[in-house]
């Protein structure tokens, strides 16, 4: 699952003018985000580099992402290290890295 949903960032980037995808990376499509099994609150996606880093803005807690361009992603919050994670698609439209979750159009393609 990493490796589309950093393909479809990928492409992303390639299909759109420069212009159209600063439009899209300055603002994002609304998500909605659940932490560990909480309830579902609006939250963001912050695209800081296509593929390689994003952040989820869940109320006051960011969780930022990186991936290292082989398979591997890792998740850090202000309160914790860098620690692994694994995506998974839990439904058609939920994105999930371990107990962070995101429901919405997420920026794939």
């Not at 963001?44 to 880093?53: A, F």
């Not at 914790?80 to 995101?102: F, H, I, K, M, S």
Request: with cysteine; charged share 15%; net charge neutral.
């Amino acid at each position: 699952m990493a490796v589309a949903f950093l393909s479809g960032l990928a492409l992303l980037s390639l299909a759109m003018p420069a212009s159209a995808m600063a439009q899209s990376l300055a603002d994002p499509p609304p998500l909605r985000c659940q932490v560990q099994g909480g309830p579902w609150l609006n939250c963001q996606m912050r695209v800081q580099s296509l593929g390689e880093r994003w952040t989820l803005v869940v109320g006051q807690e960011e969780f930022a992402f990186q991936h290292d361009g082989k398979g591997s992603i890792r998740m850090r919050t202000a309160r914790t290290n860098w620690v692994p994670v694994q995506p998974r698609w839990r439904e058609e439209t939920t994105l999930c890295w371990d107990g962070v979750c995101a429901q919405g159009e997420i920026p794939l393609d």
